[in-house]
C-alpha cells in the first residue's frame, strides 16, 4: 500500500496562487497514475488533474489553464500549482495513487479561497 502525505493547503484570497504537494512512500515512478481529486461536503470526489508514470497529463476540462500537474521524481513527490483561485475551488484536495492491483488515498488537504 502507498501512504500519501499532502501538504500546501489553506485560506487564500480570490485570485491568489497555492501549491499542494503529495508525498509518496514509494518510488512514483512505479504508480501507473498519481494525481489530485477535490470533494466538497455533500457532493462526490471529483477529477482535478492526474500525471502518469510516463509523464502523459490530464485535467479537469473546467480546470485547465489554471492548475498544473508536475512532479519532481527524486522526492517521490507531486505538485499541484493552483493560480487564479476561485471560491468554488474551496474542497478538500486529496493525493490518488494507481497502481495494477492497488489503490491509494492521502487523507487530505483543506483549500479555502475567501476574502
Known amino acids: 500500500q502507498v501512504q500519501l502525505v499532502e501538504s500546501g493547503g489553506g485560506l487564500v484570497q480570490p485570485g491568489g496562487s497555492l501549491r499542494l504537494s503529495c508525498a509518496a512512500s514509494?518510488?512514483?515512478?512505479?504508480?501507473?497514475?498519481i494525481g489530485w481529486y477535490r470533494q466538497v461536503p455533500g457532493k462526490e470526489r471529483e477529477l482535478v488533474a492526474t500525471?502518469?508514470?510516463?509523464?502523459?497529463?490530464n485535467y479537469a476540462d473546467s480546470l485547465k489553464g489554471r492548475f498544473t500537474i508536475s512532479r519532481d521524481n527524486a522526492k517521490n513527490t507531486v505538485y499541484l500549482q493552483m493560480n487564479s483561485l476561485k471560491p468554488e475551488d474551496t474542497a478538500v484536495y486529496y493525493c490518488?495513487?494507481?497502481?495494477?492491483?492497488?489503490?491509494?488515498w492521502g487523507r487530505g488537504t483543506q483549500v479555502t479561497v475567501s476574502s
Open positions: 500525471i502518469t508514470s510516463g509523464g502523459t497529463t
Open positions: 490518488n495513487a494507481r497502481r495494477v492491483i492497488s489503490a491509494s
Open positions: 514509494v518510488s512514483i515512478l512505479s504508480i501507473n497514475v
